[in-house]
């Protein structure tokens, strides 16, 4: 029987989501977790990964359990054997062709600026007390919609077969003392999402125009791209499913 959990973490401790030798990650640590109580040798398969220091408030798994399950009970357990910065929020039965990366349709991600020094958001925010302009990055975010090729905003030297993405949503918004960057597509390169906050930071200090900007995506050249900016301000929100097809209960 094929089931899909859905979590949280905060990424602050952990070496991204991917499992890796001498590294702690979220996924070896809720694999670790679930193999105790079902005392059955599994593998959990992720959405997707996220890099070091990276958080996600909705995150998805697949899973393969070959005998009776009590659902409630392994949350309920889950939850009391996992740290405090991952958190489970439910488990359900899905279809066998259910695939927790392949199957997601969109994933949506926000990016932080703190505009005020505050200790109590150091983790989930990246403290930038810089003037910008918020306008001309929303224009300049609006020219994302005219590609699919972002190149210029990957990890040079990844194993994909190509760097097209179609983005349908990017926007900042201001909220109290931050700035967010929310950006939704259909897939996202590696490094993709902080490349182009830090691209667009630039547009709203005035050290690059627009039309500079939509000059670096078709160079498709990642060196003229801003910099990778700090991984914590960086969280994945949300991942778009078709649960009619999936989801059997």
Known sequence: MRYCIHLA?????FHGWQK???AQSVQSCVEDSLQKIIRESIEIIGAGRTDSGVHAS???VHV???H???IQDIVYKLNKMLPSDIVIYEMFEVSADFHARFSALWRTYTYTLSLKKNPFTQETAWYYPYPLDIQRMNLAARVLFDYVDFSSFSK???DVLNNNCTVTHACWNSVEDTLVFTITANRFLRNMVRAITGTLIDVGRGTITIQQ???IIESKNRQNAGTSIPAHGLCLVDIGYDWQLFRSK
């Open 68 to 70: 009776p399950i009590s």
């Open 20 to 22: 890796q030798p001498n």
């Open 9 to 13: 973490y905060n990424g602050t401790r």
């Open 156 to 158: 040079l030297h990844t």
């Open 64 to 66: 393969d359990i070959f």
């Open 213 to 215: 900007f939509r000059e």
């Open 58 to 60: 909705c995150y998805y």
